[in-house]
């Protein structure tokens, strides 16, 4: 069975490039020009994983995001833009997406991050759903993407609970930072660096009920998982 992809990108001869050249690597390309009827195709067609561009008519992507998180938690998203700034970064992972690639592109690291992202969906699939890895106050649920205190649960986006599960494994050590970045994204480039930043900024804030828990930067090497 084909991997089904929601593909939308205003740009025409961009996204009939993109469109053509997934279908030619044999993944079933669904695209759309606006964001309108995004989450209506959605829901009839539910895609593996989303590639959306950001400035979009009618609805932008960050919104779209949102929408589609509603309707299937763990949906890998990928966002296409010019936008490099970390507040742009921020509030992309905040609304829901798992990965950017920044315009323009190739098709290779395209392909590359769609495979990375369906890779890290399926692992937590392999968990045991009663499996909680309990961090300081914290249950981590690495299945359900889901990190408790008390009452209180966080939806965690797939690449957030993988980072999470990545130190945990290794608590009260130092993991190195290239090893996350290639477990994560499959590269150590910079722009992946930068995402790997956010991504720690976030778990951090996620974290701070429990002042017994730190996530220490070691720098030139990695980071250290104290718990």
Same mark, same amino acid.
């Given at each position: 069975?084909? !991997?089904? +992809?929601?593909?939308?990108?205003?740009? %025409?001869?961009? =996204?009939?490039?993109?469109? #053509?050249?997934?279908?030619?690597?044999?993944?079933?390309?669904?695209?759309?020009? &606006?964001?309108? &009827?995004?989450?209506?195709?959605? #829901?009839?067609?539910?895609?593996? /994983?989303?590639?959306?561009?950001?400035?979009? %008519?009618?609805? &932008?992507?960050?919104? /779209?995001?949102?929408?589609?998180?509603?309707?299937?938690?763990?949906? %890998?998203? +990928?966002?296409?833009?010019?936008?490099?700034?970390?507040?742009?970064?921020?509030?992309?992972?905040?609304?829901?997406?798992? &990965?950017? +690639?920044?315009? *323009?592109?190739?098709?290779? #690291?395209? @392909?590359?991050? @769609?495979?990375? $992202?369906? $890779?890290?969906?399926?692992? %937590?699939?392999?968990?045991?759903?009663?499996?909680?890895?309990? /961090? =300081?106050?914290?249950?981590?649920? *690495?299945?359900?993407?889901?990190?408790?205190?008390?009452?209180? @649960?966080?939806?965690?986006?797939?690449?957030?609970?993988?980072?999470?599960?990545?130190?945990?494994?290794?608590?009260?050590?130092?993991?190195?930072?290239?090893? +996350?970045?290639?477990?994560?994204? =499959?590269?150590?480039?910079?722009?992946?660096?930068?995402? $790997?930043?956010?991504?720690?900024?976030?778990?951090?804030?996620?974290?701070?009920?429990? *002042? !017994? /828990?730190?996530?220490? !930067?070691?720098?030139?090497? =990695?980071?250290?998982?104290?718990?």
């Amino acid at each position: 069975m084909k !991997t089904k +992809i929601l593909y939308v990108e205003d740009e %025409p001869f961009l =996204g009939r490039i993109v469109k #053509e050249s997934l279908e030619s690597r044999d993944f079933e390309v669904n695209m759309l020009a &606006d964001g309108r &009827d995004v989450v209506k195709h959605f #829901e009839k067609i539910n895609p593996d /994983i989303c590639v959306l561009d950001i400035m979009l %008519p009618v609805k &932008d992507g960050y919104t /779209i995001a949102r929408e589609l998180r509603q309707l299937k938690a763990n949906v %890998p998203i +990928i966002f296409v833009t010019a936008k490099v700034q970390t507040e742009d970064l921020l509030k992309g992972f905040e609304s829901g997406g798992n &990965d950017y +690639i920044r315009k *323009p592109f190739s098709m290779e #690291e395209l @392909i590359a991050r @769609i495979n990375n $992202l369906l $890779l890290l969906a399926q692992k %937590p699939r392999a968990t045991s759903q009663s499996e909680n890895i309990v /961090i =300081g106050k914290y249950e981590f649920n *690495p299945l359900r993407y889901e990190l408790k205190i008390e009452e209180k @649960i966080k939806k965690l986006s797939s690449r957030e609970a993988t980072l999470l599960a990545i130190l945990a494994e290794n608590r009260n050590a130092t993991t190195n930072r290239k090893d +996350i970045l290639m477990k994560l994204w =499959g590269d150590d480039s910079f722009f992946n660096s930068r995402n $790997l930043d956010v991504y720690i900024t976030k778990l951090r804030d996620y974290l701070k009920d429990d *002042p !017994t /828990i730190e996530i220490i !930067t070691i720098k030139g090497v =990695g980071y250290h998982f104290a718990v």
